[in-house]
């Protein structure tokens, strides 16, 4: 497993006059991870609640408006040891990129995204050539802790 940062959220904007920010979530629930990294300093969370299009939330080291907006595009990361253990079966997206495609045991290219569109997850799948496909995960992938195999009948 590698311990890289995982993006668990991104903030989009300002959100009052307090220094609370708008952030677009890729996870559950941010409550178990009381410090992030955002670019290489440390944010301290002090709440969360929803908001509209994502979750408010308010953190000790911004305290106004004006470092709240100079804050935008920022992700919030933490190691990958700080998540919590999966069970049998189960992966985190970040797990899944970089790692190789096969097809009928020949690698075809890398996984290079995961998307979720609203059915479902789907890898992007960079080939040699620079060229990109999309796959669904659950109908035409097999996850293994080194690669991913993809079923033949969904690939170009």
Known sequence: MRDEPVTLAAIIGAHGVKGEVRLKL???????????????????????????????????????????????GTALTVPRSALPPLGEGEFYHADLIGLPC????????KAVAIENFGAGDIIEVEKPDGKRFMVAIAAAVTVEPDRLLIDAAFVE
């Open 26 to 72: 890729f996870t559950d629930d941010l409550a178990p991870y009381p410090a992030l990294d955002a670019g290489g300093r440390t944010l301290t969370l002090k709440s969360i609640r929803a908001g509209s299009n994502g979750a408010v939330a308010r953190f000790a080291e911004i305290t106004d408006r004006n470092e709240a907006e100079a804050m935008r």
């Open 102 to 109: 096969l097809v009928d045991g020949v690698e075809i290219g």
